[in-house]
């Protein structure tokens, strides 16, 4: 079965940077997108980034700017760099991945990895 693995996550100060990576396994980067997700404590979660194999990308306003999607389609890996954080960034982010039925839906979901700014 398909697996997502995130890693990446910790605690910084506001204005530095961490980069999230997402594994893929038995999943084929194809059609349908990735992407990340996260949510924060009171919150609904929210599509933060996806990317397409062909580069199409995106994003969020409140991350536009800062944030980077990128893929590693050699390696089936997903990455979110994170550049100049705030504590508004502070979330549960979770890499996802997408099954194409009639048209992409969000099928595959890691388990999250948290962020925290300070």
Known sequence: H?????????????????????TA??????????????QAPGKERELVSSIKADG??????????RFTVS??????????????????DTAVYTCAAGKKLLVCVWDYWGRGTQVTVS
């Open 25 to 38: 396994s038995k999943y084929r980067i194809g059609t349908c997108a990735m992407g990340w997700y996260r």
């Open 2 to 22: 398909v697996q997502l693995v995130e890693s990446g996550g910790g605690s910084v100060e506001a204005g530095r940077s961490l980069k999230l990576s997402c």
């Open 56 to 65: 199409t990308t995106t994003y969020a306003d409140s991350v536009k700017g």
């Open 71 to 88: 893929l590693d389609i050699s390696k089936n890996t997903l990455f979110l760099q994170m550049n100049a954080l705030k504590t508004e």
